[in-house]
């Protein structure tokens, strides 16, 4: 059965306040949903344990620490059954932050912070060049992050 089945309008409610802000008070969910703390708390526990909230954590502004290089990598792989080895160096390198499977001409695509444009020039050409199996690499800097958002609950 379909995860999304076993929310009800109570979880959607509860989901799209901690969303917003993950640090409210389950008191303060609790007033919005004219329900219990203890409500509040079983209601995310069993949201949790169903693999629908994972964690929570601060988020840190890239440039206000020192990263004001934000750059998406497509990398082409020599064969695709490198991928599961590829992946374990990738994890190694700090500044990648996101690494994705795709179809289409890349094989995989990562997201790479870095303190300026030297710095990228240093993990494109000596970390990620240096890992067997990555063939080459086409490099796309963001100029601007123009939103960044959850998934709507509908």
Same mark, same amino acid.
């Given at each position: 059965m @379909? *995860?999304?089945s076993h929310i009800d309008a109570? @979880?959607?409610k509860i989901?799209?306040?901690i969303t917003k802000n993950a640090r409210i008070p389950y008191l303060e969910v609790a007033r919005e949903c004219n329900v219990s703390g203890a409500a509040i708390h079983q &209601?995310?526990? &069993?949201?949790?344990?169903m693999g629908i909230v994972t964690g929570s954590e601060f988020i840190l502004d890239p440039k206000k620490i020192g990263f004001h290089t934000c750059a998406y990598?497509?990398?082409f792989l020599d064969n695709a059954g490198l991928y599961? *080895?590829?992946v374990t160096k990738l994890k190694e390198i700090p500044e990648i932050t996101q690494c994705h499977y795709i179809t289409g001409g890349y094989s995989i695509f990562i997201k790479v912070?870095? &303190? %300026? %444009? *030297? @710095?990228l020039k240093y993990v494109l050409g000596e970390k990620l060049q240096a890992i067997p199996g990555i063939e080459r690499t086409e490099t796309f800097i963001s100029l601007e992050e123009s939103? %960044? &958002?959850q998934l709507p609950l509908e």
């Open positions: @379909d *995860e999304v109570l @979880d959607k989901l799209s306040l &209601r995310i526990q &069993r949201l949790a344990k990598v497509g990398i599961p *080895e590829v912070y870095t &303190r %300026n %444009n *030297e @710095d939103f %960044n &958002r």
